[in-house]
T-cell receptor, first 114, second 114 residues
Framework: AQSVAQPEDQVNVAEGNPLTVKCTYSVSGNPYLFWYVQYPNRGLQFLLKYITGDNLVKGSYGFEAEFNKSQTSFHLKKPSALVSDSALYFCAVRDMNRDDKIIFGKGTRLHILP | SQTIHQWPATLVQPVGSPLSLECTVEGTSNPNLYWYRQAAGRGLQLLFYSVGIGQISSEVPQNLSASRPQDRQFILSSKKLLLSDSGFYLC?????????????FGPGTRLLVL
């Protein structure tokens, strides 16, 4: 079965420190992977995606993600966290068994401490 | 540029009352459209998707239905709301069902059933 996992419900990081939000996946075939961010009472905003090519994908707001095939991971990273990065982050993967629809992880709440 | 609208933003309805949530997309033609429900600020559950006018696929049997009367209009309905229908409803669009396509989300409708 295709799946995506976000092992941390919450991540706390001090402002200015690097941040990582973890995501692992299980798919058959080539993975299409996505990161979205959700601010309170808002819809999801697309950050970045990996389809093919370079393993390091750069996205919006200074975020980047590294595709690691051997570890089946797609962790989201940022070199220096801002308080405004505090939000709910979703990893997602294409589900080849469901007409290529996207399945979302349960989300990780990121708190950036001033 | 493309924009997606949802209304109302917030809705409080009694149990047993009907429901109609509307989603419209501007700036694109023949989008794929999706309805998701998000419970308790966490993971997203895909409810319905549509690849064209009058074409609706249901993901989960439930108390809700969807319709697409026009190319860029997607409506979520219920004849009789249940308490369990409370949640944050998100509409999204993409240019294709292929798993590499990014989905773009509306601002959401928060529904509280009392």
């Amino acid at each position: 079965a295709q799946s995506v996992a976000q092992p941390e419900d919450q991540v706390n990081v001090a402002e200015g420190n690097p941040l990582t939000v973890k995501c692992t996946y299980s798919v058959s075939g080539n993975p299409y992977l996505f990161w979205y961010v959700q601010y309170p009472n808002r819809g999801l905003q697309f950050l970045l995606k990996y389809i093919t090519g370079d393993n390091l994908v750069k996205g919006s707001y200074g975020f980047e993600a590294e595709f690691n095939k051997s570890q089946t991971s797609f962790h989201l990273k940022k070199p220096s966290a801002l308080v405004s990065d505090s939000a709910l982050y979703f990893c997602a993967v294409r589900d080849m068994n469901r007409d290529d629809k996207i399945i979302f992880g349960k989300g990780t709440r990121l708190h950036i401490l001033p | 540029s493309q924009t997606i609208h949802q209304w109302p933003a917030t809705l409080v309805q009694p149990v047993g009352s009907p429901l109609s949530l509307e989603c419209t997309v501007e700036g694109t033609s023949n989008p794929n459209l999706y309805w998701y429900r998000q419970a308790a600020g966490r993971g997203l559950q895909l409810l319905f998707y549509s690849v064209g006018i009058g074409q609706i696929s249901s993901e989960v049997p439930q108390n809700l239905s969807a319709s697409r009367p026009q190319d860029r209009q997607f409506i979520l309905s219920s004849k009789k709301l249940l308490l369990s229908d409370s949640g944050f409803y998100l509409c999204a669009w993409s240019t294709g069902l292929a798993g590499s396509e990014t989905q773009y989300f509306g601002p959401g409708t928060r529904l509280l059933v009392l």
